[in-house]
């Protein structure tokens, strides 16, 4: 449903049908999306099945706006930290070298892919089970009783698939029960 369309400097350039449908041409976003992103929709902004993504025709927008906190990427915390130090040393699942920390290092970090279980890595891509679950023995008695920081890192499937099941394993309640001292 595309047609080509020649701009004043005689390039060829695509066009959407679609993008008339799409709140985002209607101003409805502003000022955080222009009205002229909309002219790259090139697939319905309808999605019934709300897999892994949200767009502006989705039943629950404003909930998932008001959980987010808008469209802005000028969002305060509510909370504060001390400052951080300035080198913070990353652990994996194995939490090798950890005994060799000295008091130098009072905060560390880990990532998401260390405290889950129900995450593969077959043939070069990550692969969930049916049930990914959390795992229970690390805690901040397993880190020394540092202050820990979880860092949301890892490839795009295990976060996309992570976060698209979020509700069904409760990624926040099991998250919170690890002790943390903060979450990016």
């Not at 976003?29 to 025709?57: G, M, Q, Y």
């Not at 930290?81 to 994996?92: A, K, M, S, T």
């Not at 692969?127 to 890892?154: A, D, P, Y």
Request: glycine share 6%; hydrophobic share 40%; proline share 3%.
């Amino acid at each position: 449903m595309r047609y080509i369309l020649r701009d004043f400097s005689e390039q060829l350039k695509n066009q959407s049908f679609l993008f008339t449908n799409c709140d985002v041409a209607k101003g409805n976003f502003l000022p955080h999306i222009l009205e002229e992103e909309a002219s790259t929709v090139f697939n319905t902004c309808d999605n019934p099945a709300r897999k892994n993504i949200i767009t502006c025709k989705d039943i629950h927008l404003s909930k998932f706006l008001a959980e987010v906190g808008g469209l802005s990427f000028d969002l305060k915390l509510s909370s504060t930290f001390e400052d951080l130090p300035f080198y913070i040393p990353v652990f994996g699942r194995e939490l090798t070298g950890l005994s060799d920390l000295s008091n130098e290092f009072p905060v560390i970090a880990t990532s998401l892919v260390n405290i889950l279980d129900g995450i593969t890595l077959k043939a070069g891509a990550f692969h969930e089970k049916s049930k990914i679950t959390f795992r229970r023995s690390i805690s901040r008695q397993s880190f020394g009783n540092k202050k820990v920081i979880l860092f949301n890192t890892g490839p795009d499937t295990l976060i996309e698939s992570v976060w698209h099941k979020r509700d069904k394993f409760k990624l926040f309640d099991e998250i919170s029960k690890l002790g943390f001292y903060a979450i990016g």
